[in-house]
């Protein structure tokens, strides 16, 4: 993604317990104590109490369960594969899947059952990369500006899209003239409804893009019009962050205040899955695998490769994002461990823009340190991301790579994305049928006080002022040559 930022997260969200400081040695590092997988424990050289796995909702939250503003059931935990059964098709491009409900699950009988991956999207063509940064940049939990300023939230963001368009386009031309998200979203979407009948579990999966087709909205519409009667709402990010997960979720509490029938559709909302059994296993199947390509795996760095984010949303706006990555590093490395896999490892953050302070160490400085420290051989892993996309295809194979072998570092290898990985799909869907008894109706919560409509006066001040402000930045030299590319 070209920018990344994070809205404000509620006081529930923020995790305690220690960070981790630094993961560039072997044995001797502690993890956040909050949640694990069955019988994993979250530090190398001391145990963690073990987590039942029976337990539906994998939290640090004592009830385990969590009630969001938007009224439905937030759950910490699950993720599963695929069965040969009906027939998938697209409908105002949401992935949708023709086929009746079965009644072998107490739980979903004579309902119709919906599952709504979540996930950001991404231009298919060149032509699509402007106003995809567009509608990136012009969400205001992707750039935050003080309240007084937020009416300018759609001039700047069409300020920054045109600037930054140019650049991007290079990027996706790289791999190949757009994002392959959508049609990797679509066969994970596909697999998820296999292994969910595999598991005697009909339902109807659709995609939701946040920035570009199809968007959440669409496949909403179709959920309604489907007459779904419970959902599990999936974000394909391991992690939360207020700028991903909480991004999407705002919109769908947008849209479901506003409708009698969807304020009422029981929900749950599957937050995070980074500590799930099946997750962590699979990237360490994917791990232990590319060793094996160097000729001697035991020398190689393990580099896992995180999008960022602003440290003011994690620090200023509670975001849970570092906490839970680092969490996700020390159970992927305590499972390889136990495989007899002990290899040094590191944790940086990549993808950041802009002059704000973004979370450190940053990617591309850890590439030139470890090169000067004489790592010879490094294999990147991709932790946050569970498809191909523009940071894995162009900013880690291309940029990362060249920057590595630059410094010094001789053998370089990477771990793929985990895509309709069987074992990762098939967590998914166990995650599903265990959140699916915790849907509860959204509520739908009256104006706040932030969200009555402004004061006339007031409101036409601020637009004229503002109004001025764009149009000194709308027209600004660089501005105008930026536009004047764009267009010729």
Not at 28 to 56: H, N, V, W, Y
Not at 213 to 232: G, M, N, S
Not at 437 to 450: D, G, N, Q, V
Request: charged fraction near 20%; glycine fraction near 6%.
């Amino acid at each position: 993604m070209d920018a990344m930022a994070r809205p404000g997260v509620s006081s529930h969200m923020r995790l305690s317990g220690p960070r981790l400081r630094s993961l560039n040695h072997k044995s001797s590092m502690s993890c956040p104590q909050t949640s694990s997988f069955t019988s994993a424990r979250c530090q190398l050289s001391e145990g963690l109490q073990d987590i039942d796995k029976s337990s539906l909702v994998v939290s640090s939250d004592p009830t385990n369960t969590r009630t969001s503003n938007l009224g439905g059931s937030y759950i910490h935990g699950p993720i599963h594969n695929r069965n040969p059964v009906g027939q998938t098709f697209c409908s105002v491009g949401v992935c949708v899947h023709d086929g009746s409900v079965i009644e072998s699950h107490s739980h979903a009988k004579e309902e119709r059952v919906g599952v709504l991956l979540l996930n950001l999207g991404g231009p298919e063509t060149l032509h699509d990369v402007q106003p995809f940064l567009f509608n990136l940049f012009a969400d205001p939990d992707i750039i935050r500006l003080p309240r007084p300023f937020q009416f300018l939230q759609r001039p700047l963001a069409q300020l920054i899209s045109v600037l930054r368009a140019p650049k991007s386009k290079e990027g996706y031309a790289a791999i190949g003239g757009g994002s392959p998200l959508r049609k990797i979203t679509d066969e994970q979407a596909h697999a998820l409804k296999m292994a969910l009948e595999a598991k005697k579990m009909a339902a109807n999966v659709y995609v939701g893009m946040r920035y570009w087709y199809p968007f959440t909205e669409e496949a909403v519409q179709q959920i309604k019009k489907d007459r779904i009667t419970r959902l599990v709402v999936l974000p394909l990010y391991p992690q939360f962050s207020i700028s991903t997960t909480g991004s999407s979720i705002r919109v769908l509490q947008s849209i479901f205040r506003e409708d009698s029938y969807l304020s009422r559709l029981p929900v749950s909302i599957i937050e995070s899955w980074y500590q799930r059994e099946g997750y962590v296993k699979s990237m360490a199947d994917l791990i232990e695998k590319e060793l094996q390509s160097f000729s001697k795996p035991e020398e190689v760095m393990v580099f896992f490769s995180a999008h960022g984010v602003p440290v003011s949303y994690v620090e200023d706006a509670g975001d849970p994002y570092r906490d839970q990555m680092e969490e996700c590093i020390c159970l992927i490395m305590e499972e390889l461990k136990a495989r007899g896999i002990d290899n040094d490892h590191t944790l940086a953050y990549q993808s950041r823009v802009g002059p704000v302070k973004w979370l450190q160490p940053y990617t591309d400085e850890v590439l030139v340190e470890l090169g000067q420290k004489g790592v010879k051989s490094l294999l990147a892993v991709p932790v946050s991301f569970v498809s191909e996309h523009i940071e894995t295809l162009e900013e880690i194979d291309m940029e990362y790579k060249h920057l590595a072998l630059e410094s010094g570092i001789e053998n370089w290898g990477r771990v793929p994305a985990l895509g309709c990985t069987s074992s990762f799909i098939t967590d998914l869907a166990d995650a599903v049928i265990e959140s699916l008894p915790l849907a509860a109706a959204m509520s739908t919560p009256r104006k706040t006080s932030e969200e009555v409509d402004p004061d006339p006066v007031s409101y036409a001040i601020k637009m004229f002022f503002g109004s001025m402000l764009a149009f000194v930045l709308l027209f600004s030299p660089k501005m105008i040559l930026a536009f004047r590319n764009h267009l010729f």
